[in-house]
């Protein structure tokens, strides 16, 4: 059965509040560590920068996400609102 484009619309919907909570919680993280050590402890995921170099063409593949206990909040948080809308 193909998806109808109100159901792809609530996907951009859910990754907006998922960076939004993201982004949220990462800067009260980060606003808050001097005051509240703890806050700074966070685990890091990802694929390190590669390159491929073709002579006309270079690309890099790679990302890194930093998940703190407010970053990791705020994610929830955004689902949270986006199961409500």
């Known amino acids: 059965m193909a998806r109808s ?13 998922l960076l ?3 982004l949220c919680g990462s800067a009260l993280g980060n606003a808050l560590a001097p005051a509240v050590p703890w806050l700074k402890a966070t685990s890091t995921i990802g ?5 491929l170099d ?15 206990p407010l970053t990791a909040l705020g994610l929830i948080l955004g689902y949270l609102i986006y199961r409500k809308v």
Request: net charge positive; proline share 3%.
């Open 47 to 51: 694929l390190k920068p590669s390159m």
């Open 5 to 17: 484009l109100k159901s792809n619309g609530n996907v951009w919907v859910l990754v907006l509040l």
């Open 54 to 68: 073709l002579q006309f063409l270079n690309l890099t593949f790679g990302f890194t996400f930093s998940l703190g």
């Open 20 to 22: 939004v909570g993201g």
